[in-house]
């Protein structure tokens, strides 16, 4: 179901958890909410669910305005960092709990919920485990018994905060992958929110950046990453170096020395040049470059993390270079950005 | 030996290198001895003393002096009084709980304080405050009179002043316990569609099961137990409002000692098996919390 926020504004006391924000989510869509702690990132997943009332603000289901309506009345599937299992309850018991606590006209019978139940622990590859109980299940395991019964409900729209935030490294890559194969088959509305930018553009289709209270951007992981709107999401999302620049004339300064890069139609004054370490070609020569001397390299799996030191006041600049590529210390490197982007203040 | 701590391995010194938290084999006999005279002393002791006291003409009188239709009244009242009060406890226990744990509103830690009053508070006074409030010279006690409410010298009173007094050991257990479960519980039971009542039922209350039975047994105790506070109020009138602490006072104060003793027996036995189902439940309860922790 298409779930549109429309000027959500909220406060707790007197700070302002969200400010205006407004988001269209489409039907069927996998969508991330990325943003540091303290940007609203699960204020405004709650407030979707129901679980928190907006201050001012309108959240529809649809065509149908929901923002009246109970966190009962909405349907939802939430799914918590914490697994929020009931762990007086077998796995099969929890799964079913949606279904068993309706209201008799509306509630299936005892076999159909059972069948039901197996069935979404069949999808959830935990087969044969209906009779554990929570604390004898992993970490992953637990989150996949949450999804399930959050699933259970045939719910308008799944949510989920922080899902693998609680797993270590190698189960939470695993679930990732899996998560995007149930979204591909079951095809439910789903919003997920994250810190962890890896998870957010690996499984999102449009990935939602926040920060302290609004939307600085969304859009698809690919845009995202590569025409960053403002200094934050390209500063918050993957690597990046900033540095002082001048234009002139439709080139671009550092102090003295033209860095060969032209900035046609950019007026002239003091900009910050935003690149990403990769975003790089290296130079012979000696002008039109950034020139630099190497200060620390370090190898991280398939690339060289290369530091210099460009001279100059804020002058820490790190590039990558292919790990066949060599340096030592207090060598000099010249290159020169190939995709970048000016930012005024 | 090997208790005593380790051996340097391997240089074939046979010295023994202490634990650095194991105390000299003399300390720990010292310090072990000490606390079992102590508990000898302050605690087996008088317990003996009362059983002994209670069968010394045998179990036949035993028998006879409980069959006292006084003391069976005074019997039949602790109970009375447990029945009423408890369940009241439990309830107000449970809400109070609720309502600080899982909800932020002002005046929460005076709300608090406020709970741990009847602890705080010498029961004398606690049985005092409903003199006052009931007392011939109050403003309720003549209106309530006038209309035929007896509370002082009568059950009502005994009642009101033990639900005082026992009203902490509830709400006391269950506020950590529900603190520290915190509301997603809770809030993945409402998101599935369960109602207010479905919630408390279904996961509230399993959750906090554990806890809430021990502090029903501490309450219990104490409501069988309580002597000041129920001494104040309750007029000391044989047959009708003498609780078995009071009973067993009036016994004693009269030279009665067997009957005073066999009553005595009666409230021993009950702290006993108190400790006994207290020990029980903290190793099933502590099983539960260390499960919450893991999960």
New interface residues.
Partial sequence: MEVRVQNIRKEFGRFPALNDVSLDIRSGELIALLGPSGSGKTTLLRLI?G?ESPTEGTVYFGNEDASRKS??QR????V?Q???????MTVLDNVS??LT??PSGRRPSKADIRQRALELLDLVQLSGLEKRY??QLSGGQRQRV?LA??M??EPNVLLLDEPFGALDAQVRKELRRWLREIHDRTGHTTVFVTHDQDEALELADRVVVMSKGQIEQIGTPDEIYDTPNSPFVFGFIGQSNILPVRVENGQLWIADRSIGVSAQGEPDGPAQLYFRPHDIELLDGNGGCIAGLVTVTRRVAGTRHVELDIGGANSRVEIELPPEKVTSDHSRVAFRPTRWKLFRD | MAHDGATTAGTGNTELVRVATSEHRMARYTLIGLALCFVGLFLVLPLAAVFTEAFRNGPGEFLTVLSDPETFAAIELTLLVAVIAVPLNLVFGIAAAWAIAKFEFKGKAFLTTLIDLPFSVSPVISGLVFILLFGSHSLLGPWLQHHGVQILFAVPGIVLATIFVTFPFVARELIPLMQEQGT??E?????????GW?TFW??TL??IKWGLLYGVLLCNARAMGEFGAVSVVSGHIRGLTNTMPLQVEILYNEYNFVAAFAVATLLALLALVTLVLKSLLEMKYSEQIA??R??
């Fill in positions: 669910a679980l966190v009962q349907n939802i599937g939430f918590f914490h697994y929020a299992l009931f762990r007086h709990f949606g606590i309706r929570p604390a949450a019964r959050a259970a409900v | 997603s519980d809030e993945a039971a409402l998101s599935l569609g369960a109602s479905q279904y996961v399993p959750n499960a919450s893991r999960h």
